[in-house]
Nanobody, 111 residues
Framework: QVQLVESGGGLVQAGGSLRLSCAAS????????MGWYRQAPGKQRELVAA???????AYAESVKGRFTISRDNAKNTVDLQMNGLKPEDTAVYYC?????WGQGTQVTVSS
């Protein structure tokens, strides 16, 4: 089993920044994918960004150039630096590692 604990959500004005962090613990395979999904009210969950254990990254088109994902393999953590936030970024953000999910953290961007 793997446990994921997220932190860093909150309320920010449009144009502002937030940094989300996720720490994984438990039985973690060395080779894995970590990342972030988000789900806005009334919408499907969507991939925001992902990074594999080799450091390769992928981003949703809507966040490219604004969000940066990074990880620390030694600490089993993944961060999401979010700059230039927009009201449409408002959602619950979920950390994942392979098939495991965190509980989610709310990000609200006011206009």
């Amino acid at each position: 089993q793997v446990q994921l604990v997220e932190s860093g959500g909150g309320l920010v004005q449009a144009g502002g920044s937030l940094r989300l962090s996720c720490a994984a613990s438990g039985s973690i395979f060395r080779i894995n994918v970590m990342g972030w999904y988000r789900q806005a009210p009334g919408k499907q969950r969507e991939l925001v960004a992902a990074i594999n254990s080799g450091g390769s990254t992928a981003y949703a088109e809507s966040v490219k150039g604004r969000f940066t994902i990074s990880r620390d393999n030694a600490k089993n953590t993944v961060d999401l630096q979010m700059n230039g936030l927009k009201p449409e970024d408002t959602a619950v953000y979920y950390c994942y590692l392979n098939q495991y999910w965190g509980q989610g953290t709310q990000v609200t961007v006011s206009s």
